[in-house]
């Protein structure tokens, strides 16, 4: 019995343009990935703030060089 490889005919030889890819990745891109992405947004501007916050329990002085930081990182 001998096993015959599948035929190449349909390889793509030619890659799509950049272009396509890009607008057929944007059309994948659905409402679960916007709100993964605001939620992950909104959980870093949470975070960031309230441990300003337990960084002002420490000391003020801590808090204000913190605040440098935290207002880089969500402007």
Do not use: E, K
Not at 13 to 32: E, K, M, Y
């Amino acid at each position: 019995m001998t096993v015959q490889a599948p035929a190449l005919g349909d390889v793509q030889t030619v890659r799509p343009d950049s272009g396509a890819r890009a607008l057929a990745w944007l059309r994948g891109i659905g409402v679960r990935q916007v709100r993964l992405a605001c939620g992950l947004i909104m959980f870093a501007y949470v975070f960031s703030h309230f441990f300003n916050h337990a960084l002002g329990n420490i000391s003020y002085d801590v808090m204000q060089r913190w605040l440098w930081y935290h207002i880089c990182i969500t402007s």
